[in-house]
Each structure stands twice: as structure tokens, then as C-alpha cells.
């Protein structure tokens, strides 16, 4: 049979390297495919060309019906009322006082008109509750005009109203103000009766005066609304061609049919994505199109009172076209990538929910109050974006050049992990041909024992991942006070590294991997690597309490923050070194390690999970550290954490690094006041506390960055990316070959 | 063309734990010869052309097909075959006509050879009547037309058909495999999957037999008839399935034997 056989020699390879001409072969055909679709074509075109006129309709609509609401309120005791100023005239109140509307209906009731057994109390609420009046006034006996009887108690008019209901709040507020207003009457007329001059009751007058040239004003507006609408349906239009495109060509089997084409898969992203970015970027703008004409011709028609809007000032509005570019193409590839890992359509809409949220906060943020683009919030992805848009369409150009490398480079950052992470998605088979099981809670609970392995698998780390910061959230919750002696410390410090942090990467391990040891990644790396971590930990330290510094001026801490842990640093200070050095750095850097760089790193880094071991890791290391500035820091640290531990392939000189950096830091202090020869050469004590001197500082970054290149000559022992997901099966040591001797 | 050599492939299933798809498979395919894959479903069959197509990655063993490594070379196979299977299915919003262009173009060929090659084709497999007609409006067959010429498209020296004639009426799948003795005349190296034992009687050059994730045996027809002493070639599958069936739950690597010993009438129930 072999003389049958090729044996072609492998020819020299053409470049694996996507072809242009390809990816857009690939681009024009999902185009195509997407606008002869008509469901797509409702959602991206017509529906924002209806959407807003039908809005607004329906909206004018609405305004009218409640409108035509009419009020009604019960008025008791206006029998009480004598005298000056008339608040009543017959069945209403006086045309002074009444707000110009028809519709509110006064019922006036004597004190005594109520039905045998009732008192004034329980027919109020009965009224109310009952929803007979919107709101009922009582009016006491002791009202009186002449208010020169001091000595008696100030008479209160008490207005009965239901917080749940909307027409019984809208009746409160318009009743308030007729009520205020008599008052001010009624305390003038006083006044008069009295001979004092009324001027003294408005000793100024109050005006504002808007300095904002017209075309801001009119740009304030649209500078808010219109990059927030963009946003929104730049993620919707991006959301519905990205399953289509992927789960449900899976769907239809088409996925495969191109997956076994001479196209890479690199091309089939890049073409996809091209597709889905064009789509969500022509929803967005169709849909701030039609928002704008339909808006502007709604304006014009009924005129809102007070707000002029005119039409948005063009150039700016070409800014916010390219800041769309990017912001659709990190939507589309964070889209494309959790779709592929739907089998269905229907699959696809539960799994781009979550991302929605996930998305949404970031959009949202900008919108808040007083955001405004600075250091602190060009480095929020998507947010940062928007922020500077705004800056831009608001004409504030030199706010926006400054803080534009910083967006920029958080939004091709943020690109780039999002396309890197579609790319994975379709190069894993898992993902592409996982096959369609029934699932089934006893089946699952034995499969986990039965097929446990050395290490966690990628979801046993992401379910360890999110035990603990859920538990952390919670354990927060529950420990309020902040502790008084070392025994206080020590359960607030002790109680969650180890019972909410080690104890599930621990018990996970236990349960769920076959060799503890393994899964905690507790091996012995390179021996030099030991000690270099103890001195990237020292001459990392200075750079580490400049970046704290640093995050501290650009995210500033809140005052109250800063009281609640005043105590909490004065006892660092005071307690016994060696106490605090264990609490502080011993059992968090062996508690933490183990768990973040131990068990979740290690179920993470498997079937070529690098990256994303690094990267995971370090957020979820960051955000268990609960104080927004403080989690930035440690999610820096992280990295670095992550990068070691990828490779020395151990935790061992992670427990190093992170102890040294932790001990430093809670010892800096103590060290500047040692006195002990020669330290002054490294610290100073200045106003803001200890610092390092500014040519060690500059001297340890050099030591440090030679460290860490000491790390990146490193290579893991063991190639745990590659990791065998597969032990040798029980038949593999048979001779299995059947290839029958023809 | 093709050579298989000690392929495996594993999955984690919730239910049977960690899967053996495909154990330690070996054969190997000639130019101008059809290679039948015969076996029930879940015998491994799709999963073996899926590894040799490039679409799924083996856990071990090796294959090269036209000379190229399956791990290493994955997009030089995936310019030299064409791959059928009844889950490639074409897209409903593109004609005939549009579709097999599309291929053609991601195979880098030139508008005008692919016209020409395009109405070869079009000729040959009669589906002029339907090369405007959407994917989404063609019966089966036309669909199963459409994949062949897309596979076709290029003129690869490699063709793999999985399970392609499966729910195509008679006289197209009779159509079907007198395209694929064509193809073999014109000295391509085709694999053929199927469960369907009359086509792999009346088409197949060498047949391997598999069954839950294994070749029981492999040859011409006349070598297993004579190796197994059976003429009926329905009783030798059933005879061979469930005499591995039974090898399963003893001692199987006794019950090897029969590779090198063909095994006395007695042995097969039947």
C-alpha cells in the first residue's frame, strides 16, 4: 500500500498572514447577505426612521391625557379661615392664587360634615387611600388672622396626599404652592397692618445671566443626548448581525462550510467584524439622524419653554462620526466574540444580554452629573470617549487635545483585547463544535469528580474567580466597625484572606482537581528566580508608592473615606512591627497568591489562555481590593504579578514579590524614623510622609525594570498553556493499530 | 494523498466523561482510488474527515493529507481538498451561482478562469436551470449540487464526502455517486463516508469498517470477504460489530487476533 502513498515533501508555506483582497471578499459577501435580510433591514433602517416620529407621537399623546387630569381636592375646616387675604372665592381658590389651569375641583367640607362614627382622621385616610380626592387640606380651629396672640402654638395646615400615587403628588405640589404663596400674602398684609415697609422682605432681587455663547447652548444639549443615543444603538446594531453572523451561521451550518474554505480564520474575523462594525455604525448614525429631524421639527413646531435647541453644529458632529469608528468596532468584536460561543440564535440573545449590562454602566457614566474629561476619567474605556466627544462638540479643543493620546490609547487598547479575544473564540474547536448536551445537575456533580484533573479547569477557575469577590462583597457588608487593637486587626485582616479568599481556591482544589499541590501551582520555579522577586519587590517599592500617589491625585479620595481610615493607619503605626508585617503582608501575599496566582491563574492559562490568564487574573486581584484606588494599583500590580507567576510557571516567587511589596509598605514609616545608618540615602520624611529620595527612586526603576527582565528571560518549567487537557486513555498502551497488512 | 497514522481524538462529554471519538485510527488513500468509510452512526466516521479537513484539531496521532500535515499546514489542505459533509450547508441569501463563485474567489482564482470554470461546472452537474435561484428556495438536491460544485470549484486533488448522499432521493444520490466515479477517473483521491452499505459496495475501492471510534478492518471488498470468510457483505459488517462489541467487554486485546488470524466461521454470530 505504501508505494500508493504521496510522499510529497511540505512545499514551502504561503504566507499565513490574512489577504486583503479576501477579507474584504469575505466583508462584501456578510454585507450583502445582512441587507438582503429583511429582518435586518427593519431593525437598522426602518425602525429608526419610524421609531422617533411614532415616538414622539405617542408621546404628545400621553402629554395630552394627563394634561386633561383633573385634580380634585378636598378642602376641611375653610370655615376657619376669616379674614384677610381671601384664599376662597366660592367653590374655588381665589384667581390670585390659582395656577391659570381649569382643572382642579375644590370640595369644601365643613369640619363636622361626616358621616355618623367617622372621625376627621379616618375619613381622611379612607379619602385618600380610596383615591375620592387626590389630596385633602385640613384647616385647624386656632387659624387666625391676628397672629398677635404669641403665646399660642403655631396653627399647622396639614395637606393629606399618597406618595404611591402620581396624581396625588401632582396635587400636593400645586397645592403647596397656592398655600405658600397665601402665606407670603397673608405675612405682607401683617406686615403693613403693622407699618413696617414691605421693602425690607426683599432686601435684593435675584438674576441670572446665562454667559454661554449661543451656539454652546444650543451644543449642550445635543452634546449630551446625542452621543448617548450613538452609543446605545451602535451596541444594539452591532449586537444582531453578530449573532447572525456567527450562531446563526452555526445554526444553519454555514459556519463550517467556511471554516474548511482556503479562508483563515484571522480573515474570517477581520471580514466579519468589518460587517458587524458597519452595521452598528450605520444604526447609530441613522437612528441620531432621524432623532435629529424629527426632534428639530417637534422644537420648532410646539417650542419647549425655556430650551432653545437649534440644529447641531455640523463639525462637531464629524467628531463624533470618528470617535463612532472605534466605540462600533469594540462593540462589534466584543459582540462577535460572545456569539461565537452560542450554537443558536436564540442561544446568542442570552449570552449578549449579559454583555449589555456589563456595557451599559460605561455609557451610562458620562451621562452623571459633573463628569467632565480629566486624567482620572479619559483612562474609563468607552466613557473616556464619550467624554472627550463631548468636549469636542462643546468646542472646549484644548481640554480635548490634552487628554486625547490617553483615550486614544484606552480605546485601542481595549480594541485590541477585544479583537484578540474574537480571534481566540474562532480558533477554538470547543467553542466553534462544542456539541449540544443535555445538562443535568446529578450527571454534572458526577462528572466533576469523576473527570477531575491536575489542575482547575478554565470554568472551575472563573467560578473560584467570582466566589471570592462575591464573598468579599459581602463579608464588606458585614464588617462595619473598624478594629481598636491587634486582636481587632487581626480578625479583620485574617477572617477574609483566609476564609474568603483562600478557603474556596483551597476547597476547589481539594475537591475538584486531583493533586492540590498542582493546582495551586506550588512547584519549585528557577532557584535565582526566589531571591530576584525579593528585589523586584524592593526596588519595584518606590515606583509602586508613586503610582498610589499619583492614583490617589487623580481619583481623590473621599473625605469621609479618609476619616473612617485614619484609625486603621494610626494602629499600622502603633502596633508591634512583626504583627503588623504578618498580618499585613505574611498572610495576604500567601492567602492572595494561592488563589489569584495559584488556582485561578492555573486554570486559566490552559489551551493557550496567556493572556488571558495575565489579564483575568489581574482584574479580579484588583477589584477583591474593594477601594476603587486601591484596586487600580493592585490591578497594576497584578499584571506584573501574573507575568512572573506565567513565567517561573510557580506562585512561590509571587508569595515573594507581593510579601516584600507589602511589607515595605507598611514599614515604610517605621523605617524612616529607624535612624538606622545610611537610610536617610533612600527615604526622607517629608510633610506627606515618607518618600524615597529622588536618586534611589530613579535608580531602583533601572534595578527594577533589569528584574523584570531577568523574569522575561525566564521560561516556564512546565508548559502549562499547553497543558494535556486529555490523560492517556486506558487504550493507549494497546497495540491499537489495525491497519490491516494489504 | 492521505495518510492516517495512529489519529485520535478526544472529548469531555457531561454523561461518558472524557470520550474516545477517534482511537488510534491508521489508513491511508491513494491517487485515483475512493477510500468508503463505512460504520454506524457515532462511529467516528464525520469526526475522523473533520480532523483530515482541518475543521477539528486531533489530540494525537498524525495526518497528512496531499502532503501537508493536518496540525502544522492546516490552510495549504484547506486549498487542496474540497469537503462535502451534510454539515456544510449553503447560505440561503446567495444563488447557485453566486455561492460557487464566493468559494472560487476566497480560493484566489482569477474572475476569468473561474467563469470557466464555473460554467464547466454548471454544464457538468446540469444546474443551469437553478443558478439564479436563492439557496433558501432549492430542494435538497439542488443544495447538495450547489456544495458538490463548491467543492469542486477549484479542482482539488483531494475530495471528502461525509455522509453525502444522506437524505437525497434515490436518483440523486444515484447522480451523486456517478459524479464521484467520474472524479475518480480523472485520478482525484476521494474518501467517502457513509452508513449505507450498497454504496460502498458499488463504489468503494478499499473500505475500512469502523465502530466506536475504531477500524475493525480495513481492504478491498474481496480481502474482507476472503479474510472473513463471509460473501454476504451485510452479515460480515454485523458480524464484525458484534464480535468487537463482545471483544469489549472481555479481553480485548486477545480478541486482536483476528487482524492477523481471520477467525473461523464459528466465531461470528450471527
Redesign the interface.
Known sequence: ??D????????P??S?KP?F??IV??YV?EM??QL??RRTLFTIALLPIMLYPLVGTVLLQIAQFTRQHTTSVCIVGAENIHGVPPLLEGEAFADKYADGSSNLRLVIRATDDLKKNDTLATATIRWIREGTYDAVVVFPPNLRTDASDSDEKIPSVKVFYNLASDESQVALTRISKVLSDWRVDWVSESLQASGIDLAIMEPFELNDIDLAPESTREAAFWSKILPFIMLIWAMTGAFYPAIDLVAGEKE???L??L??????RSEIVWGKLGAVASFSMLTALLNAGSMLVTSSFVFQQIGVAGVTVGPPPLVPMLWLFVALIPLSCLFSALALAVAAMARSSKEGQYYLMPLMMVTLPLVLLPMLPGMNLSTGTSLIPVTGMFLLVRSLVEGQYTQALLHLPMVIGVTMGCLWLAVTWAKRQFEN?AVL?G?Q????LG??VK?LW??RQPVATTSQAYACGAIILVALFFGRLAATSVPIDLAGLAKMVISPQIGLILAPALLMSVMLTTSVRTSLRVRWPNLLSLPMAVVLGVTLHPLYLALGKWIEYTYPVSDEALKAMLPFVEQLATLPWVSVIFLMAFVPAVCEELAFRGFIFGGLIRQGGRLRAVVVTALIFGISHGFLQQSIAASCMGVLLGFIALRTGSVLPCMLLHFTNNALSVSVGRLADSGLPGIEMFITKTQAGPAYQPLWFLLSIGLAITCVLYFASLRSPVDESNMA???P?P??K???????T? | ?I?VD?L?K??????R??F?AV??V???V??G?IFGLLGPNGAGKTTVL?IL?????P??GRATV????VV??P??I??N?G?V??????????TAWELVS??G????MHRKQLHTRLEFLFDQLRMNEFRNVPGGKMSTGMKQKV?IA?AMV?DPPVLIFDEATLGLDVLVARNLLGVIRALRESGKCLIFSTHIMSEVQRLCD?IAIMHQG???????LA?LRQRHDEDEFEELFFGLLSQFENGRDGD??EK?EF?SQPPREGDVPS
Open positions: 500500500m505504501s500508493q502513498l504521496e510522499s510529497k515533501h511540505p512545499q508555506e504561503p499565513d489577504r483582497s479576501a471578499l469575505i459577501r450583502r447577505d438582503r435580510d444553519r451550518g454555514t463550517e462550510t471554516l474548511c474554505s482556503p479562508a483563515l474547536e463544535f456539541g448536551e443535555q445538562w443535568e450527571l454534572w462528572h469523576r473527570d487537557d486529555v490523560e486513555t487504550g493507549s494497546e497495540p491499537a493499530s489495525q491497519t490491516a494489504v | 494523498m495518510q495512529q485520535t478526544t472529548y469531555d462529554d457531561l454523561s466523561g472524557r474516545v482511537d488510534h491508521s489508513f491511508s491513494g491517487k482510488e473533520r479537513s482541518t475543521v477539528l484539531a489530540t494525537s496531499a502532503g501537508y500535515d502544522s499546514d490552510a495549504a484547506r486549498r481538498i469537503f459533509s451534510n454539515n456544510t450547508a449553503i447560505y440561503d441569501r446567495m464566493y468559494f474567489r476566497l480560493h484566489g456544495s463548491r477549484h478499499r475504531r477500524i475493525l478492518d480495513i481492504g478491498t480481502e480485548w486485546n486482536l487482524d
